[in-house]
């Protein structure tokens, strides 16, 4: 009908904004629990895998035949082979394991403070796992003296690759911290129990009233009431 203004009916709820649905998700209580079992699995990862390979090369082995062949050996370095780096790193796993099951399901008075202990372990793994990053890329672990193993076998390349142990220690100490930093977030904070009344407090309510005896009009008088 003229004169009439045109109304819109919408149906259903406005659409989130993009910020308010990764607000949403990093408050996800289930995260830091994702981010600890993916951890976990990283942490088992870097002790049952090898840490460095080395790669020989030999151009002049010759076979039983009297042919000259070209042979490729690799040697690889596990945890053990650390020596007190390896040592270090699994005492740092243990400490950093406790603190992240502390934080994530210990009792909440403690749960800051195993926060904090966490954080500070972890900062420290890592800064070891980025120190054997650079420690294994530039010597091999299996070979003393490579220098001179090649002059006196007739090696003519020796290749050192970092292992898959190390990219797994460095996602555990990583995950480990993550799950750490969204638990402050995500689980709720601990607040101190409100001060509550015994029942057996006897409650006195102080009023003013009317004195039961009146002074002495006179000092020589005895007292009226």
Known sequence: MDGMEESVIA????????????????RDRRLPWLA?????????????????????KYMNVVSTEGE??????VLTADLMSLGPMGAGYLAGLLLLAVAVAL?????????????VAGFAVGGVLLALVLSLTHR????SLQLADPFGFVES???????ITLG?????????AGLALGALGMSARSLPAYREPPATVADDVLEMTITPATPFAGHPGELDQPHRS
């Open 11 to 26: 149906f259903g709820g406005t659409e989130k904004p993009r910020r308010a649905i990764f607000r949403d998700l990093g």
């Open 36 to 56: 600890a079992g993916l951890g976990g699995v990283a942490a088992f990862g870097s002790l049952v895998s090898e840490w460095q390979a080395t790669t020989v």
């Open 68 to 73: 000259t062949l070209a042979e490729d050996r």
């Open 103 to 115: 934080t994530l399901s210990g009792p909440a008075p403690g749960r800051a403070y195993a926060r």
């Open 136 to 139: 294994l890329s530039g010597a």
């Open 153 to 159: 076998s007739g090696v003519e390349v020796v290749r």
């Open 164 to 172: 898959r142990g190390l990219w797994c220690a460095a996602a555990a």
